[in-house]
């Protein structure tokens, strides 16, 4: 399941729509399981050419997975809310986390900088306010580039957890 290319070509969605992953919180935040299904969701976004609409949901599912790297080194299934949802910063945070001594994710982190995705305003960075943001604002390009990203981080990250048991879904 996670070791195979997707192909952001066709319409179909892999169904993780019952997944419930062990870092889930008491108040119902589950970052691992909101990054497949954000990964899924900007695929099928991006199969009917709605290229806002996944490059939001690809930077969500980048977002939760950061969030979930610094979930597993800080040992907690705490919220992670001081980072809200700068990508810099929760990148900058997972990394730091995986240079320490005591590191657990630092082989999930494959590429440097971790995500192609920069924290900013759009149409060249991501933000959460990217919703508000007329109907064209992304470019076909830029919404492949950020989806494969965030796929390739689900596998990287999410993915490797999953098979070495840091995280169970």
């Not at 993780?16 to 900007?42: I, M, N, W």
């Not at 929760?90 to 995986?98: F, I, K, M, V, Y």
Request: hydrophobic share 40%; charged share 20%; net charge neutral.
């Amino acid at each position: 399941m996670f070791g195979r290319e997707w192909d952001f070509t066709t319409s179909s969605v892999t169904s993780r729509l019952f997944l419930v992953s062990s870092k889930r919180q008491a108040t119902g935040e589950d970052y691992p399981a909101a990054a497949g299904k954000h990964c899924d969701d900007a695929r099928a976004l991006l199969a009917a050419s709605r290229f806002d609409g996944a490059a939001y949901l690809a930077g969500y599912a980048v977002e939760c997975m950061l969030k979930t790297v610094i979930q597993v080194e800080q040992g907690t299934a705490a919220p992670v809310l001081q980072y809200r949802h700068n990508l810099d910063d929760l990148s900058g945070e997972a990394l730091n986390l995986a240079t320490l001594p005591s590191a657990r994710t630092c082989r999930y982190l494959k590429s440097r900088p971790v995500t192609a995705l920069a924290y900013g305003t759009p149409p060249s960075c991501w933000k959460e306010t990217l919703r508000y943001f007329p109907v064209g604002t992304i470019r076909e390009a830029t919404a492949r580039d950020w989806c494969r990203d965030a796929q390739r981080l689900y596998v990287e990250i999410i993915g490797g957890m999953a098979q070495d048991g840091e995280i169970t879904l």
